[in-house]
């Protein structure tokens, strides 16, 4: 295999690594964002009197609120809920112009090997 191939291959590699991070990322960030979405929406049930079982809450995690803050709470997490998503589909569209640009140079490199295995037999045939 020759060197530019291997240079080239390595290109694609460091490429799919950049938009499986990229995916990972934002994994993350909407899991943290589900998780403050339902922190906001058990506070605003306890404010309501409401019983809310939840075993994953801890003692010292379980606060107070007044329903103005519940309300602002809830307020942010949605803002910032529909700018992650906003964001995300902005990702979303930049990851599949990646793709897109990576398929063709995919299939630029398939061409240009196919090519080159063409020359190399018409050299071959003719002494």
């Known amino acids: 295999?020759?060197?530019?191939?291997?240079?080239r291959e390595l290109q694609i590699l460091k490429e799919e690594e950049k938009v499986m991070m990229n995916i990972a990322s934002k994994l993350s960030r909407h899991l943290n964002s589900l998780k403050v979405e339902e922190l906001a929406i058990l506070s605003q049930i306890r404010s309501q009197h409401m019983p809310v079982k939840c075993e994953d809450l801890k003692d010292d995690e379980v606060?107070?609120?007044?329903?103005?803050?519940?309300?602002?709470?809830?307020?942010t997490a949605l803002e910032g809920h529909e700018e992650e998503q906003e964001e995300e589909e902005e990702e979303d569209e930049e990851e599949e112009e990646q793709l897109q640009a990576m398929g063709k140079e995919h299939a630029i490199q398939k061409e240009y090997d196919d090519l080159s295995a063409f020359m190399n037999e018409i050299e071959q045939s003719n002494p």
């Open 1 to 7: 295999m020759s060197a530019s191939k291997k240079l």
């Open 63 to 75: 606060q107070e609120y007044s329903h103005e803050d519940l309300q602002l709470a809830v307020n």
